[in-house]
């Protein structure tokens, strides 16, 4: 059974960045698509970006998403952070497509972590 864990989350100065990880056990990131979400207080969660199993990187304004293969880890670099980036940060993935067509609404059954808070403020 896949598990994920995020870490890398902290308190950072309006402009900062940070890099978040996704550890994956239990099967193959390298073959599947992995999303990133935020959820802040209050709000609803929404995706951040997703990479699809044939992508080493994938870039998005201020974030990028990028694979170690083999070593089943994806990061989420975050650069020029804003107080409006605060949030607690997940990774997910279904555990079945090599695409990120589920990340646009995932189904209870995506796999989670358990999350990691990034709080930007001075």
């Known amino acids: 059974q896949l598990q994920l864990v995020e870490s890398g989350g902290g308190l950072v100065q309006p402009g900062g960045s940070l890099r978040l990880s996704c550890a994956g056990s239990?099967?193959?990131?390298?073959?599947?698509?992995i999303g990133w979400f935020r959820q802040a207080p209050g709000k609803e969660r929404e995706g951040v970006l997703c990479?699809?199993?044939g992508d080493d990187t994938t870039v998005k304004g201020r974030f990028t998403i990028s694979r170690v293969r083999g070593k089943n880890l994806v990061y989420l670099q975050m650069n020029s952070l804003k107080p409006e980036d605060t949030a607690v940060y997940y990774c997910?993935?279904?555990?079945?497509?090599?695409?990120?067509?589920?990340?646009?609404?995932?189904?209870?059954?995506?796999?989670w972590g358990q999350g990691t808070q990034v709080t930007v403020s001075s």
């Open positions: 990479i699809s199993s």
């Open positions: 239990g099967d193959n990131l390298d073959l599947l698509g």
């Open positions: 997910a993935t279904d555990e079945v497509s090599a695409t990120c067509s589920w990340a646009d609404a995932p189904v209870p059954e995506v796999t």
